[in-house]
């Protein structure tokens, strides 16, 4: 089992930017899928970004491509996400997640969550 910890979360306006950063230990991370799950209040969770373990096949949910970046340093078993012109609508609880495959994007396929680290947008 790989031990998630995000961090970066914070309040920003609208139209501001922001980088999450997950930092993986116990296991060897660079042979996982690594992605973002965000959680609204009141919603279900859902899958925002994911990045294959060589960075070669990425997914982005339709309502932030564009907008964010997923990016992994295997060498410091750490994985990002850039969200740049943040909208309220972006606020969340953002969790990291080691991912069995690329293929099978939902909570259901999530080996490992992080804690979560929230993002609030005001407007």
């Known amino acids: 089992q790989v031990q998630l910890v995000e961090s970066g979360g914070g309040l920003v306006q609208a139209g501001g930017s922001l980088r999450l950063s997950c930092v993986a230990s116990?296991?060897?991370?660079?042979?996982?899928?690594m992605g973002w799950f965000r959680q609204a209040p009141g919603k279900e969770r859902e899958f925002v970004a994911a990045?294959?373990?060589?960075?070669?096949?990425?997914r982005y949910a339709d309502s932030v491509k564009g907008r964010f970046t997923i990016s992994r340093d295997n060498a410091k078993n750490t994985v990002y996400l850039q969200m740049n012109s943040l909208k309220p609508e972006d606020t969340a609880v953002y969790y990291c997640?080691?991912?069995?495959?690329?293929?099978?994007?939902?909570?259901?396929?999530?080996?490992?969550w992080g804690k979560g680290t929230l993002v609030t947008v005001s407007s």
């Open positions: 990045m294959t373990f060589n960075g070669g096949n990425t």
């Open positions: 997640a080691a991912i069995r495959t690329i293929w099978a994007l939902t909570p259901s396929g999530v080996n490992s």
């Open positions: 116990g296991r060897t991370f660079s042979f996982d899928t």
